[in-house]
């Protein structure tokens, strides 16, 4: 999955995401991430009548890139924009509009990896604070599975994101 995000990703950069060091394991908490304030973009996952969720969390530089290179901003506005690193106007709608992207390489990958009862919608996106949890409807003490890889936009430093799913959705056909 994590390929498949960073390949339709990698549409709105200039160069290729490169994915590395991908982890899974399954948890009964929602976990949190590390070094530094990320975007947390949430997801509905519906299988017939049930319906969980979910969250793709990236950090908020990563984030304000590909929303910048989404608007079609010159490398100079994108620095400033990661300078500030505040998310109003334009580049949120941008952000936004990443969100899309990752559902739709979501749907992309469950429905290949046979999941195609699946339906993938996303629900928006919020700043989470360092070592904070993603908020999205969750049963505490239920099941996820948490995925962990590296992420590398261009020529810029690996970072960590993660993705959070419900294990039903990923079984249902």
Do not use: W
């Not at 990698?10 to 394991?25: K, R």
């Not at 979501?106 to 290949?112: A, G, T």
Request: hydrophobic share 45%; proline share 6%.
């Amino acid at each position: 999955m994590f390929r498949r995000i960073a390949g339709d990703l990698s549409m709105l950069s200039d160069s290729d995401i490169e994915v590395s060091g991908i982890t899974v394991e399954e948890r009964t908490d929602r976990p949190a991430a590390a070094g530094s304030i990320h975007v947390s973009f949430r997801f509905s996952l519906e299988a017939g009548a049930r319906v969980e969720h979910g969250a793709f969390m990236l950090p908020l530089e990563e984030s304000i890139c590909l929303g910048g290179n989404l608007m079609m901003a010159g490398p100079q506005q994108i620095e400033e924009l990661k300078a500030k690193g505040e998310i109003a106007g334009p580049i949120r709608d941008a952000i936004l509009e990443v969100g899309s992207f990752v559902a739709g390489a979501l749907q992309s990958s469950m429905s290949i990896q046979g999941s195609t009862g699946v339906k993938v919608d996303f629900e928006g996106c919020q700043g989470v604070q360092e070592s904070v949890p993603p908020r999205f409807d969750y049963e505490e003490g239920a099941p996820l599975v948490v995925s962990r890889a590296a992420l590398q936009l261009g020529s810029g430093a690996p970072v960590e994101a993660l993705l959070i799913l419900p294990p039903g959705a990923l079984s249902a056909a």
